[in-house]
């Protein structure tokens, strides 16, 4: 089993930068471990942000995201992390990180993550 736990929410003016956390422990994440970020909007379907791969850094993005958010990891921590640069209220919702082991490839299909955090809010005002 593998424990996700977000932190860094908050209430945030449009324009300005906001970092989430997502500590992970428990099992030791597989070196080809897929770590990803979604969030849920009120009255909406959950939604993917980006993944990271976990061994190679490589990354993948929403489109509606790419270029203001940033993806990163500190192996070390065993701590996966969200850079929000420039938000908007559009980004305001429950922020997730969720984790799929042993697996190299990049997705942003919720359904292949098993493992995932309870979400820290994120309000974006005007």
């Known amino acids: 089993q593998v424990q996700l736990v977000e932190s860094g929410g908050g209430l945030v003016q449009a324009g300005d930068s906001l970092r989430l956390s997502c500590a992970a422990s428990?099992?030791?994440?597989?070196?080809?471990?897929?770590m990803g970020w979604f969030r849920q909007a009120p009255g909406k379907e959950r939604e993917f942000v980006g993944a990271i791969n976990w061994n190679t850094g490589a990354t993948l993005y929403q489109d509606s995201v790419m270029g203001r958010f940033t993806i990163s990891r500190n192996n070390g921590k065993n701590t996966l992390y969200l850079q929000t640069n420039n938000p908007e209220p559009e980004d305001t919702g429950v922020y997730y990180c969720?984790?799929?082991?042993?697996?190299?490839?990049?997705?942003?299909?919720?359904?292949?993550?098993?493992?995932w955090g309870q979400g820290t809010q994120v309000t974006v005002s005007s």
């Open positions: 969720a984790a799929k082991p042993s697996s190299s490839w990049l997705t942003g299909d919720r359904y292949q993550y098993p493992y």
């Open positions: 428990g099992r030791t994440l597989s070196p080809y471990a897929i």
